[in-house]
């Protein structure tokens, strides 16, 4: 009899300090006018990460606007035909916008504004992450001439460096890799 009540005080004690894991947070999170009685509510969630599909569609969006106000200079050197290009000057206008895309959007797993306001003034370098990314353009250029230019033994004929070769869609790339279950994709030489 003596042993049975233990058991339901422990039980009871533990229930308790288990309800009062779970709601501390809550409470915190509420008025506390409203905590008393009120149906919990979820604490506000972080902002989620945006999906790389919708990522996609953002970017985009904002190359097709771009290329209609382009009007027909979608060959004109990057350069002329925008106000702050100081590392790609004679590369095509069309070209450019595709690499904004692929490398520098895609490559990293972000849209355009997180290297450009959001006020679509494409040519500020307000934003931390545009000035990183000059200097990793400046990087790869002096890797690829100090150092992969001169492995005479490699058999690509052109061998460069990318931002999509160190970043693979993301910002923090992991510094091990797990074992493969299929052969990981390979870039076609030539
Ligand atoms: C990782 C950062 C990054 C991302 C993401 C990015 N950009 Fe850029 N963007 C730059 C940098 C750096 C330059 C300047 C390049 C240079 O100086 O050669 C630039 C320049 C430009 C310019 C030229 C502006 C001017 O007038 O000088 C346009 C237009 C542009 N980006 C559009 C885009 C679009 C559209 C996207 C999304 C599809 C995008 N960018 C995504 C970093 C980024
Ligand atoms: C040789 C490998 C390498 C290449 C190539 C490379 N990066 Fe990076 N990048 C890094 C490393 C390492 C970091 C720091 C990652 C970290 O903080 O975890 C970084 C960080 C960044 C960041 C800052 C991200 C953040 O949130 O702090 C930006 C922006 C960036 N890179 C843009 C670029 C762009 C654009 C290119 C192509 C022009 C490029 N990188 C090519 C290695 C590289």
């Known amino acids: 009899m003596r042993s049975l009540f233990t058991i339901v005080l422990v039980a009871a004690a533990m229930a308790a300090c288990a309800r009062t894991q779970q709601e ?11 905590a008393a009685g009120a149906p919990a509510t979820a604490p506000a969630q972080r902002r989620q990460p945006v999906s790389p599909m919708k990522q996609d569609t953002v970017r985009k969006q904002a190359i097709a606007e771009l290329m209609a ?27 450019f916008l595709t690499m904004m ?3 520098y959007g895609r490559g990293l797993g ?7 306001l959001d006020n679509k003034d494409y040519a500020s370098d ?20 100090k150092y992969i230019a001169k492995v005479k033994e490699l058999d690509d004929p052109r061998p460069k460096t990318t931002c999509v070769m160190c970043h693979r869609g993301v910002t923090h790339m992991p510094n091990t890799m ?13």
Request: aromatic share 2%; net charge positive.
């Open 110 to 116: 972000m849209t355009c504004t997180n290297c450009h």
């Open 69 to 95: 106000a382009l009007q027909g200079r979608e060959n004109e050197p990057a350069g002329v035909v925008f106000k702050n290009v100081k590392l790609h000057k004679s590369m095509p206008a069309r070209e």
């Open 178 to 190: 797990d074992v493969p279950e299929v052969a990981p994709p390979q870039r076609k030489r030539g």
């Open 101 to 103: 895309d692929e490398q």
């Open 24 to 34: 501390a947070p809550v409470a915190e999170a509420r008025p506390i006018a409203a």
């Open 126 to 145: 307000e934003r931390k992450n545009k000035v990183i990314a000059r200097q990793m353009e400046r990087m790869q250029r002096d890797i690829d001439a």
